[in-house]
């Protein structure tokens, strides 16, 4: 129910695609672009070109005099000046906070403009300011910027939006006149004269619209339910394609997230032990088709990973000011969730469970777990869809075997956010956010800080509040080489798998797609996966 992805009431309430990472960024624009088979690089969208001085303490952005609004209007450095000043003032997180580590600024020049960082500013602070989105001046009111909307906004990018229908669809219309299209980075892009974003009660309604061919494509990531999906005539026909593609960059972190804050859950031994009671191999082999892996790092698959990597001496050096904080098997990489029997009734990994909780004081009496104080240990889930609820059942299932009483509450997806923002639950089960990247930066001090478990409304749901994980981000913030960086970042990954915050279960190796065949794709798929923005219809 709103058009302006950029105000506070636009969280969870802004249509699909106009900044988006799947749809792309059909409507609003940055100065400079990411490119999806390199992790630090930018190339000019808005800014032909920048100058950064050498210790990234400013950076002067050129315009592309060709840029203009869809509307005809240029885009000028006023539009710059007036994006941040609104953001700053009407805008929601993360936009709202980056003038907080702009000392200036300033138009330098009739295409050109300058930021100066404070001290607060960290390395990767320019990219961050190259990658945030432009809005124009002439377009937008300051004092009604906080308003929602459903009048069709004007951007830089290369589509407009033709209809809206609230709760149903977002019609997109490719721009002819899209100033852009001739940028080296966005060659191949835009390739649609008509993009439309349908939206869906729920799961089944989704897949009935794919399989009569009111939708192009269906991501359904459950490798058992989309083999069932997919036994009907067009697929059968060769009118639907289905496909995998590999990435190179780390899974979405799933899995159920220990509100740290509470007293139950702050003893990191309970939360190890709690952590060995979800039996993957049973969900394996029971519920996805022995067609998941079992996730163990923030950063797996790559070298960013603690996993198989013993600590080096750059890693043991930033460790060192807190001995302890990281047992010996998950400094020298060796590490591993246990692996059950499967059959739901491993004696050995429930006993192992036990006997870290019975060593801080827990015990069983008539069947039921008591803490320390005596008073029966359990706990709730908050769930937000049948899938969730059947992870949950299947935890709740093995920790009743040691007395432990599993609550599973299912709420919807607004209550759940409010939720998330005042920290108001015990545990949680979802991805929670933890979409990692080759290129971890500032976003993980959001995640896991110190500072971000005080502030209502970030992204440490779990409370991370350990000096060792400020001092690890720190350290990835301030590297100047990639070895320190790759350094900094396994030693956060070893910290968190060492706190046991959350108990990470699965993730899919590849990315599954299934497609109308009358759509085609870019023969070489980047590491950060298929880019629909890539794809096009066939003639005829």
């Known amino acids: 129910d709103n058009l302006n992805p950029f105000s506070l009431k636009s969280l969870r309430t802004t249509a699909r695609g106009m900044m988006d990472t799947i749809f792309g960024n059909l409507v609003f624009e940055p100065l400079m672009q990411r490119n999806a088979d390199e992790a630090f690089t930018l190339y000019g969208l808005l800014a032909d070109s920048a100058d950064m001085d050498p210790e990234r303490k400013s950076i002067e952005f050129h315009l592309n005099p060709k840029a203009k609004w869809s509307d005809g209007q240029p885009v000028t450095p006023e539009d710059v000046l007036f994006s941040y000043d609104v953001y700053t003032e009407k805008g929601r997180p993360p936009y709202s906070d980056r003038m907080a580590r702009v000392a200036k600024l300033e138009k330098t020049g009739d295409h050109s403009v300058r930021f100066t960082f404070n001290d607060k500013a960290d390395r990767e602070f320019p990219l961050i300011i190259a990658l945030t989105p432009i809005i124009p001046k002439h377009a937008f009111d300051k004092e009604t910027f906080d308003r929602t909307t459903l009048k069709p906004v004007i951007g830089s990018g290369p589509y ?198 019975k060593n801080v004081g827990y015990h069983v009496q008539n069947g039921t777990m008591l803490d320390p104080e005596g008073k029966p240990f359990s706990f709730e889930i908050l769930t937000a869809s049948q899938d969730e609820e059947r992870l949950a059942g299947i935890y709740q299932r093995t920790l009743e075997k040691i007395g432990i009483d599993l609550t599973i509450r299912s709420l919807d997806g607004d209550q759940i956010q409010s939720r998330k923002q005042r920290f108001d639950f015990e545990v949680l089960i979802g991805s929670s956010g933890f979409n990692n990247s080759l290129s971890p930066g500032i976003e993980q001090s959001g995640r896991w800080s110190s500072a971000a478990a005080r502030t209502e409304g970030s992204f440490n749901l779990a409370g991370v509040a350990d000096p060792a994980v400020d001092a690890a981000i720190e350290a990835m913030l301030r590297a100047r080489s990639k070895e320190d960086y790759v350094a900094a970042v396994r030693v956060l990954d070893r910290l968190l798998i060492s706190g046991n915050y959350m108990v990470p279960m699965q993730h899919n190796t590849q990315q599954w797609i299934a497609y109308w065949n009358y759509l085609e794709h870019p023969q070489k798929t980047p590491i950060f996966g298929y880019q629909l923005p890539t794809w096009w219809r066939k003639p005829n």
Request: one cysteine or more.
């Open 160 to 357: 407009r939006i033709a209809q809206v229908q609230p709760g149903q669809r977002i019609v997109f219309k490719r721009n002819p006149d899209y100033w852009g299209k001739d940028v080296p980075a966005k060659r191949g892009f835009d390739n649609y004269d008509q993009i439309t974003i349908e939206y869906f009660l729920n799961a089944n309604a989704k897949l009935e619209a794919f399989k009569k061919g009111l939708c192009a494509i269906d991501d359904d990531s459950d490798p058992v339910k989309r083999e069932r999906d997919l036994d009907f005539p067009a697929f059968h026909k060769g009118d639907v394609v289905a496909e995998t593609f590999d990435t190179g960059i780390p899974p979405v972190v799933t899995g159920f997230l220990f509100n740290t804050r509470l007293p139950k859950f702050a003893n990191p031994v309970v939360r190890r032990a709690l952590g060995m009671l979800y039996d993957f191999e049973w969900a394996n082999k029971n519920l996805f088709g022995g067609k998941y892996t079992r996730t163990m790092s923030y950063w797996q698959n790559s070298e960013l990973s603690a996993i198989g990597h013993p600590a080096d001496d750059r890693e043991k050096a930033l460790l060192a000011p807190y001995p302890g904080r990281v047992p010996a098997d998950v400094m020298d990489g060796t590490w591993r969730p246990p692996v059950t029997d499967g059959s739901g009734q491993d004696r050995r990994v429930l006993k192992a469970a036990f006997d870290l909780l």
